[in-house]
């Protein structure tokens, strides 16, 4: 059974640049939500997918969007991007309403 | 809205010893769920133990057991037998439900040294 996954591992942008993460959920999970997590600080919930929808949005700007598709999995977009944006970028799953107890690897994003 | 302090940012532990991480909790809520995770240099978010606020009754998980005190709003981690593989950053989390979301508000971490 497989976990959450995220690509890519690893990602180097320019600032004002656009970027793209993607997360697939564990099986059976319907709920997707993404965190960012500075260096040497605790993640922050960016937003939170569930039915193809954003349910809960953190304190971020709209240059972060995201989308989920039917088959659950998820994708985190970020445009013009800022030196600032440079993070460890959390997927998380679970099923409604039920909580968030499986992570994705993360994909580490340098803005540069 | 919620906040999660964790007052250790470092602690230190010898190899079978035991050692207790601190958080404290505000909100307002009655329902809700608090979560312990263990991150490693590896960087992957790993859930250590988990905790319904409606449930009077600590949970345990192998080694690690909490102690949750809902009137002072305290849930701190024992690890009992502490090894090498324990070395990591433990964050404490709270989870509130409302509606269809849910979303986890994370404390700034306690970094657990395991030494031989």
């Known amino acids: 059974d497989a976990g959450v996954t995220q690509s890519p591992t690893h990602l180097i942008k320019t600032r004002g640049q656009q970027v793209t993460l993607r997360c697939s959920p564990k099986?059976?999970?319907?709920?997707v939500s993404w965190y960012q997590q500075a260096l040497g600080q605790g993640p922050q919930f960016i937003f939170q997918?569930?039915?193809?929808?954003?349910?809960q949005r953190g304190n971020f700007p709209d240059r972060f969007s995201g989308h989920q598709f039917p088959n659950y999995s998820s994708e985190l977009n970020v445009n013009a991007l800022l030196l600032g944006d440079s993070a460890l970028y959390l997927c998380a799953s679970g099923r409604r309403r039920a909580g968030q107890g499986h992570f994705g690897p993360g994909t580490r994003l340098t803005v540069t | 809205a919620q906040t999660v302090t964790q007052s250790q940012p470092e602690m230190s532990v010898q190899e079978a010893e035991t050692v207790t991480l601190s958080c404290t909790y505000d909100?307002?809520?009655?329902?809700?769920?608090l979560f312990w995770y263990k991150q490693p240099p590896s960087r992957q978010m790993i859930l250590v133990i988990r905790q319904e606020a409606y449930k009077q009754q600590n949970a345990t998980e192998n080694r690690f057991s909490v102690n949750f005190q809902k009137a002072a709003k305290s849930f701190s981690l024992k690890i009992s037998d502490s090894q090498l593989g324990d070395t990591a950053m433990y964050f404490c989390?709270?989870?509130?439900?409302?509606?269809?979301?849910?979303?986890?508000?994370f404390g700034t971490g306690t970094r657990l040294q395991v030494t031989l």
């Open positions: 989390a709270f989870m509130s439900v409302t509606g269809t979301a849910s979303k986890l508000t």
């Open positions: 909100t307002s809520e009655n329902n809700y769920y």
């Open positions: 099986s059976g999970h319907d709920t």
């Open positions: 997918y569930y039915e193809e929808e954003e349910r």
